[in-house]
């Protein structure tokens, strides 16, 4: 399979500040809060032991290093279901060591969680899992010609990439995910399936450029939406479509909003691009100048 070339172009400043990543990630916040938690909590607990002669119990101390951790976090503005979870986090780590589990218990919990919720961290985004009525919404939305080009940025396991290959046969389907263990998942499916038009690629979608597709999705979190949309503002072609899943872009209003009649009341934002022309293919069947090559649909994947 041919190399996958369509690196992103350069993108501006003010869309790099915009991103998410780990200098803005919210356990930076959590590990720092609780670190200044602890020190305060154990520093008065053994304050208080030498003033009165009477031991704090190590429970106590982590229960009240994890009340100033939470309080310390709501100043470093994290969500607020992060203040029930620091509270918790260390009396729970002292009684897990107490009932002594097997550090390697810990060890492999941790990497699969690293492994699974990889960008949870990084672009904080979750895992989300698109349902088939909203598959069905979004196959109707692609272009009705032959070969229509469909990029899933996170695209998990391929909840999306599969039904709407079996929906759109003619189409090309390219899913990007950058957790290694949902990729691995997405990869198999692939695998098992036999599916021939659809591809997973392991990287992350930053880096890669949008401007080969006819219809960009993406279900990710309210943080990695707006620099999103400048991106695909300027790399995508003009009259292409990005569609968001439930969440919105701050004073960039879509064209089109989707209701799907799902039990979650899914709502598809559409935006259509005003960028460059579409690009056509000549009578002898190769892209015109500025195309990206066509490798996609092939059913291979791709680490980067």
């Known amino acids: 399979m041919a190399e996958d070339t369509a690196k992103t172009t350069s993108p501006t ?10 200098l803005k990630a919210p356990l930076l916040r959590v590990l720092a809060s609780q670190i200044v938690g602890s020190a305060l909590a154990f520093g008065g607990a053994g304050l208080l032991t030498q003033i009165t002669g009477v031991p704090v119990p190590v429970i106590i101390a982590l229960l009240f290093q994890g ?26 780590t002292g009684w897990a060591l107490l009932i002594s589990i097997p550090g390697w218990v810990y060890l492999g919990l941790f990497v699969v969680l690293v ?25 109707d939305l692609l272009p009705v010609r ?25 189409a090309k389907i390219v899913g990007i995910e950058s957790a290694p263990l949902v990729f691995l998942g997405a990869w198999l499916r692939l695998h098992l399936s036999g599916t021939s038009n659809v591809r997973v690629i392991l990287d992350d979608f930053w880096k890669r450029d949008l401007g080969a597709y006819d219809v ?3 279900f990710l979190s309210p ?9 695909a503002d300027r790399e995508m072609r003009k009259g292409t479509l ?8 701050p004073g960039y209003p879509p064209d089109e909003t989707i209701n799907v ?22 009578g002898g069947g190769e892209a015109e100048e500025g195309e990206e090559p066509d490798n996609i649909g092939d059913g291979g994947q791709e680490n980067s």
Request: with cysteine; hydrophobic share 45%.
């Open 242 to 249: 990005l569609i968001s899943n439930s969440f919105i872009v």
């Open 67 to 92: 009340i100033i951790a939470g309080a310390i976090g709501f100043f470093f503005k994290l969500p607020n279901w992060w203040l029930p979870v620091q509270i918790v986090l260390p009396p729970a």
């Open 216 to 218: 960009v999705y993406a």
């Open 146 to 170: 032959e070969g229509p080009k469909f990029l899933d940025l996170g695209c998990g396991t391929g909840s999306v990439l599969f039904p709407l290959a079996i929906q759109r046969p003619d």
């Open 115 to 139: 492994l699974i919720y990889w960008n949870s961290a990084t672009n904080r985004v979750p895992l989300y899992l698109t349902n088939r009525q909203t598959v069905d919404a979004i196959a």
């Open 13 to 22: 400043s003010a869309e790099l500040a915009e991103r998410p990543g780990w």
């Open 223 to 231: 943080v990695p939406m707006p620099p999103l949309y400048h991106k």
């Open 261 to 282: 009649d799902d039990g979650r009341k899914t709502k598809l934002f559409i935006w259509k691009m005003g960028g460059k022309p579409v690009l056509q293919q000549n």
